[in-house]
């Protein structure tokens, strides 16, 4: 079976600090895929990033980047420079064993106060 | 616009009502998924549907019905059987399975309400 762990449920930050989300996740099979995805207080869910299992390598976008450990089964995110639009629900989620669905975890609430 | 549109975005129901929740896409995809959303539980998969004709239950399917007849329609039936069916649910889609490429788009919700 698959698992996500996010571990913290509400994150405040002040504009400009930098917050990271933590994800651990859990499966058996050797080939996975992590992502993240973004729910604004719109409602619908926005995809940021894929890695697969075999790429370990860290990614920057902008302000966001991602920490991919599989020692530790981690697939951490880091916003840098927060700004109030970054408020939002961040779900990490997991595809594994080749079928066709993700796995989510609980989300991180992040609030951005200017 | 292309993109996924629920419907509708409120809703209310008694006790014993059986209603539909609508999810149409004109992205071309072949995949559709509902998701079901709770305060502090993240997102649950009721069904999908890798193709027309076709779908399989999630982890959360019991109360819940679909169909999908058409490629580009997938809508969700809560049934009186659904014991706590008070949540706000999400339908996306995906141009193949999520296994091989993992961006799903995702509607803006209906939350449905039981009184």
């Known amino acids: 079976a698959q698992k996500v762990t996010q571990a913290q449920t509400e994150i405040s930050v002040v504009e400009k600090e930098d917050v990271t989300l933590d994800c651990v996740y859990e499966?058996?099979?050797?080939?996975?895929?992590l992502f993240w995805y973004k729910q604004p207080p719109s409602g619908e869910l926005v995809f940021l990033i894929r890695r697969n299992s075999f790429d370990e390598q860290n990614e920057i976008s902008g302000r966001y980047s991602w920490n991919f450990q599989k020692s530790t089964s981690s697939f951490n995110f880091t916003i840098t420079a927060s700004q109030v639009v970054d408020s939002a629900v961040y779900f990490c989620a997991l595809s594994a064993g080749g079928n066709n669905r993700l796995a989510f975890g609980k989300g991180n609430q992040v609030v951005v106060i200017p | 616009d292309g993109g996924i549109t629920q419907s509708p975005k409120y809703l209310f129901r008694k006790e014993g009502q059986n209603v539909t929740l609508s999810c149409e896409q004109n992205l071309n995809h072949d995949a559709m998924y509902w998701y079901r959303q709770d305060p502090g539980q993240g997102l649950r998969l009721i069904y999908y549907s890798q193709i027309v004709n076709d779908f399989q239950k999630g982890d959360i399917a019991e109360g819940y019905s679909v169909s999908r007849e058409k490629k580009e329609s997938f809508p969700l039936t809560v049934t009186s059987a659904q014991k706590n069916p008070t949540a706000f649910y999400l339908c996306a889609s995906s141009l193949q399975g999520a296994w091989n490429t993992g961006e799903l788009f995702f509607g803006e919700g209906s939350r449905l309400t039981v009184l």
């Open positions: 499966t058996r099979d050797t080939t996975y895929y």
